[in-house]
């Protein structure tokens, strides 16, 4: 059985919400419009790219286990 890799984007939206943040102002911090986050979250996170959850990771001071736990969820959708 083919695994698929994806984002927990319901950890993602604790993890930003557990911050004192909104998806908003975890947008600004990376330098991406708010409209087009949340398109991504829409999509259950298969369309953020490396260079963005890295980001993300960095914004919210994930631990690594919170980051492997948010990106590399095995009952997601299968990134692209």
């Avoid at 943040?21 to 087009?36: K, Q, W």
Wanted: glycine share 6%.
């Amino acid at each position: 059985m083919e695994q698929a890799w994806g984002i927990n984007t319901d950890l993602l939206q604790v993890a930003i919400k557990n911050r004192g943040m909104n998806v908003s102002e975890l947008s600004a911090l990376i330098g991406m419009d708010p409209s087009t986050f949340y398109r991504k979250l829409q999509a259950k996170g298969i369309k953020f790219t490396i260079g963005q959850m890295h980001s993300m990771v960095d914004a919210l001071a994930l631990t690594n286990q919170e980051a492997s736990d948010i990106f590399f969820d095995l009952n997601s959708q299968k990134c692209e």
